[in-house]
């Protein structure tokens, strides 16, 4: 009898469904994150808020690495493109630190405080609302199609999601009380953040892909549990699961009984 072929992730229709969804998430974050560069830079240069410019060129970096994974699924076989996808979304993380670390040492030294602004306070608020929706559809498709790059991407979008709170806290602290250090502290604790992301895009390429998932358990694969929701070959019996020993077979007819 021969055995049926082991399924590597979803079926052919389904990844197909992912990947017009992943290619529609990363179109949306294109789109809002160029209004959101336009909109942030203009006001940051007309309230001299270096927390505004610092965000709008975040947004500038965002779209790079978003249109990474775009180039990424518009090929035919976008599996082929994952690695050097990741590896600039990877660069693109670490620009968003040096970006994020060189304005707010700037802020810190008193070469530019975060000024008030309604754009800016108004602008902060409607990327809190709006980038972890597409943020989590992104990664949630990710994950199901094994695709590390979009995860990665959507954890890119996440991040613009701490700096929309940041922007709008420094704000509203050096409004209402002239704490104008909150903003770049906070900052700085976000470009942190970004580089820890940017190493684990880097050497993390082949995590999350079907392959690796059903692959032999190595105790690096989906470290991050990017990978969780997936069928996996393994899950009826986990490594950690007690081994089910065999029954005893039955003793033949007038043999004597073993005592126990």
Do not use: K
Not at 85 to 111: P, Y
Not at 200 to 225: H, I, M, Y
């Amino acid at each position: 009898m021969t055995a049926a072929p082991l399924r590597l992730g979803p079926a052919p229709a389904r990844r197909a469904l992912l990947a017009r969804r992943v290619r529609w998430f990363v179109a949306a974050t294109i789109t809002y994150n160029v209004v959101e560069a336009v909109v942030a830079l203009t006001a940051g240069a007309r309230a001299s808020s270096s927390a505004l410019v610092g965000f709008g060129l975040d947004s500038v970096v965002e779209v790079g690495s978003a249109a990474a994974v775009a180039w990424q699924f518009a090929g035919r076989d976008p599996e082929a493109r994952e690695r050097t996808a990741l590896r600039v979304v990877a660069l693109c993380f670490f620009g968003l630190a040096t970006v994020v670390t060189a304005d707010a040492v700037r802020s810190l030294l008193g070469a530019g405080d975060a000024e008030h602004s309604t754009t800016g306070l108004v602008l902060a608020g409607l990327s809190l609302a709006v980038m972890p929706l597409l943020s989590a559809g992104q990664r949630r498709a990710g994950r199901e199609l094994g695709s590390r790059s979009a995860v990665a991407d959507s954890r890119q979008t996440l991040l613009c999601t701490y700096l929309s709170a940041v922007l709008l806290v420094g704000l509203a602290l050096n409004s209402l009380f002239g704490w104008s250090w909150a903003d770049p502290v906070a900052a700085l604790v976000i470009a942190a953040v970004a580089v820890r992301e940017g190493r684990e895009a880097w050497r993390g390429d082949a995590c999350c892909s079907p392959a690796a998932a059903l692959g032999p358990d190595t105790g690096e694969a989906c470290a991050d549990r990017c990978c969780d929701g997936e069928l996996r070959d393994d899950d009826t019996q986990s490594p950690s699961a007690p081994a089910v020993s065999p029954p005893l077979p039955h003793p033949r007819p007038g043999a004597p009984a073993r005592r126990g």
